[in-house]
């Protein structure tokens, strides 16, 4: 790989679209196998017609150790020769590029549909033909006592779509495929909309869980499009709203995870905890998930001295209150022979495959955006990376642990030392012909929110990567070998976004 | 005994004595349903209403809520569609008219066009008729489909399970098979990929069957309404008995809905709640 393959970029800082290096595809396959080989990760590969004729394939990479983002592309006809034989990573992506852009792969191992959908983001003059939606290839398992469990798409409890096919052995799974895209609203096609106004009210609803998330990474590309400033006292109070999404979300896991090995005492207290922390959001933004309050500029509420005091008395009872139910869970000997040693990732299956999040962080790849690209008020205040070492339930739901203590701690210091200032200044018009790439730690993880805009600074392409998008495979591949019961729990403990995926 | 030993720890830590103090102490109390004392707080963007109270909407509490419908009324004012609403504090600086949200939570009806008002005033949804509510005695099963949604309306049924809202305690449930079920709850602009497994979902279960439409999604489409990979909500072969607006809706809001459904929230209430009419801080400063 030569040097200047990649274009160094930073977290929500814009670059020019001519400066990014356009390669052959040959080339364009050789950086990325050589960069993934050398512990860089692929944050999104993406399709973005150049012409009625010809697709320009955008990659944006992380260094997690440097903290740098390195960018390339290469511009392909309706057929190039596949990425994925020579790097892994690429699987996912070149499955939504075939999906969205029309392209086709040559060489691909398995180009399954992924959210089965006609293309939309494909060079006018392509023939494209029209795929039946139903049409998915699973993969079968043969042998005589060997059988196959379907679930889905609707499910048995209060959840969002999905279907998995197991092929199991007994009480033993052998495979588990899942087949997403019931969700699919064409998320990408309205954040590209001219409306900014009503691009920001879909960025809330990407995943209803990750509300904050989504909402900061979508403001954070537009900001830096926009060059706008935003005051400390916005980034304050945006981080203060993504840790609390964080406790709620976590808190909420640690219940689900106590109903589902039948320890309905901790699973009541978290359940109501779970309420408490998404009552302080809708204290602060009217909204138990946080909408309403960040858009493009800052946020729109602000929390005043009255209301600051509030809070902390009520996270510092939150954390009065939540500690014995952990210890209830964590210490509960019934509880600790469940968790252990099901469904385990190793290291290595997530450096290959480039898990993100929790799950990364469950079997001690540290990764976390807050502190590897640190943005906004985590550039002032560090949040320690908590790790867990044995990649199994338990080590998911220890990390969960971890992390809610942590952003307790994070919210309390913040609200005692919030800057002075307005909260929300005016994000005026995009710079033309740029790239930004704005990466937020959501609870479940990395997401990604990558913006190009034209030379009349419109909107081009607008790339939305959730956590899940990477991690559903991390489902996959810690099923096998464990027992088809399990696998609700299993599930609960990486809890990804159906509709985050499916877009 | 060795083995269990850490386990003993955490009981002499929390005994039982500490499970019933927490469960029946003030702080694990279950979410009241009066509208003044179910604690929202003053930013909680509930139905939007005319900001300032003015003198025919003090006298109008002596009418029955709802009788006049928003295409009579003689008042000026933008028509506000709350099944399109999604409750974005920008949504009453758009409309341009003196309107702000309310801390009243109570805002599901019985028909798609109770959603359509002009001064705030909804006709809040009615029970269901005798016979039906005998064939359902006390309980009340429901299977969820959540098609094209984004997650986030599930999150608030699922919380109306938990121990604040508690919606068992008045027979309502969630069940896992639509076969065991006496009607359907939907979330989501149903997208074009869920469209069959819903349709063959709503059909599975027996017939007399009740239908609700949760959020501005699969009451308009909410946000997704221009897309094309969605249908825009529920389809009209799918007759709806209750409509819950919101982006999500408040889990106060649905319990209330679907217990006016079952006649147990008198629908003729027409007590404004307190504090609900005056009350315009909800507005973003």
Request: aromatic fraction near 6%; charge should be negative.
């Amino acid at each position: 790989m030569s040097a200047d393959a990649l274009l160094t970029v930073y977290n929500r800082r814009c670059v020019s679209v001519a400066d990014i290096p356009l390669l052959e595809v040959a080339e364009f396959a050789a950086t990325l196998a050589s960069s993934v080989a050398s512990g860089w990760r692929i944050v999104s590969l993406f399709g973005v017609p150049e012409d009625t004729r010809a697709l320009r394939l955008c990659a944006v990479l992380a260094n997690d150790d440097s903290g740098v983002l390195g960018t390339t592309c290469a511009i392909v006809g309706q057929e190039y020769p596949a990425l994925s034989t020579s790097c892994r990573q690429a699987g996912r992506f070149e499955r939504e590029i075939a999906e969205q852009c029309g392209a086709i792969p040559k060489g691909h191992p398995s180009l399954k549909p992924l959210r089965r959908h006609p293309p939309d983001h494909a060079p006018s003059a392509w023939a494209l033909r029209p795929k039946d939606r139903e049409d998915f290839p699973f993969d079968v398992v043969h042998g005589d006592e060997v059988h196959e469990v379907a679930v889905g798409p609707v499910h048995a409890g209060i959840i969002e779509p999905g279907h998995f096919r197991f092929n199991a052995h007994g009480e033993e799974v052998l495979s588990l495929e899942i087949m997403l895209g019931y969700q699919h609203r064409g998320v990408e096609r309205l954040l590209e909309g001219p409306e900014r106004g009503t691009a920001v009210l879909v960025a809330e609803s990407i995943a209803g869980d990750t509300v904050i998330g989504h909402t900061s990474a979508f403001c954070g590309a537009i900001e830096a499009l926009a060059r706008s400033h935003k005051t400390p006292r916005a980034q304050t109070i945006r981080g203060i709203a993504l840790e609390l999404e964080r406790l709620a979300n976590h808190i909420g896991d640690l219940g689900t995870l106590s109903s589902d090995v039948a320890y309905q005492s901790s699973a009541a207290f978290f359940g109501r905890l779970r309420g408490e922390c998404l009552n302080l959001l809708m204290t602060i933004s009217g909204n138990r998930y946080g909408r309403g309050l960040i858009r493009p500029g800052g946020v729109l509420f602000d929390i005043p001295p009255t209301m600051t005091s509030e809070l902390v008395r009520r996270v510092e009872r939150l954390r009065e209150e939540v500690r014995p139910v952990a210890e209830l869970l964590f210490e509960n000997p019934s509880v600790q022979s469940r968790f252990d040693g099901v469904g385990v990732v190793s290291a290595e299956q997530c450096r290959v495959a480039g898990y993100v999040g929790v799950v990364a962080r469950s079997c001690r790849v540290p990764l976390d955006v807050r502190h590897d690209f640190a943005y906004g008020v985590y550039r002032y205040a560090q949040i320690p990376v908590a790790t867990a070492w044995s990649g199994d339930v338990y080590a998911r739901a220890i990390v969960r642990w971890l992390e809610v203590q942590r952003s307790m701690e994070f919210i309390l210091e913040q609200l005692a030392a919030l800057p002075r200032g307005e909260v929300l200044v005016d994000c005026g018009a995009l710079r033309p012909s740029e790239l930004v790439v704005a990466l937020e730690e959501g609870w479940r993880g990395e997401i990604a929110h990558i913006v190009m805009t034209d030379a009349a600074s419109h909107i081009r392409r607008h790339k939305v990567v959730d956590p899940s998008f990477h991690n559903w495979s991390a489902l996959s591949a810690a099923m096998p070998g464990n027992q088809i019961s399990d696998f609700p729990l299993c599930n609960k403990s990486f809890n990804l976004s159906y509709a985050g995926h499916d877009l | 005994m060795d083995d269990v030993a850490p386990c003993h720890i955490v009981v002499a830590e929390i005994s039982v004595f500490d499970y019933l103090r927490a469960r029946f102490g003030p702080r694990f109390a279950r979410a009241s349903l009066v509208p003044s004392d179910s604690g929202l707080p003053q930013r909680f963007r509930g139905r939007p209403a005319i900001a300032q109270p003015q003198a025919d909407v003090a006298t109008e509490g002596g009418t029955p809520v709802g009788e006049a419908a928003p295409e009579h009324s003689h008042r000026n004012l933008p028509v506000i569609d709350l099944g399109r609403s999604v409750f974005a504090p920008e949504e009453t600086e758009r409309l341009k008219g003196p309107t702000a949200f309310t801390q009243d939570y109570r805002m599901a009806t019985s028909s798609r066009n109770a959603l359509l008002t002009s001064g705030g005033e909804i006709e809040l949804a009615h029970a269901l008729d005798r016979k039906m509510r005998r064939l359902l005695g006390r309980s009340l099963r429901f299977r969820l489909v959540a098609a094209g949604s984004c997650g986030g309306c599930e999150a608030e049924l699922a919380a109306l399970g938990n121990v604040v809202f508690d919606m068992a305690r008045f027979g309502i449930q969630f069940v896992a098979s639509p076969r065991h079920a006496d009607g359907i709850v939907i979330a989501g602009a149903v997208s074009e990929n869920m469209r069959d497994a819903l349709e063959r979902t709503y059909e599975a279960v027996p017939d007399p069957r009740i239908v609700v439409a949760v959020g501005a999604c699969a009451i308009s489409g909410g946000v997704f309404a221009g897309s094309e990979r969605v249908l825009g909500g529920v389809p009209p072969s799918i007759p709806v008995d209750l409509w819950v607006p919101g982006c999500p809706p408040h889990p106060l809001t649905v319990l209330d809905g679907l217990l006016r459904l079952l006649g147990r929230v008198d629908h003729l209430s027409k007590t404004v709640p307190r504090g609900a009419r005056d009350d315009t801080s909800a507005t973003p400063p």
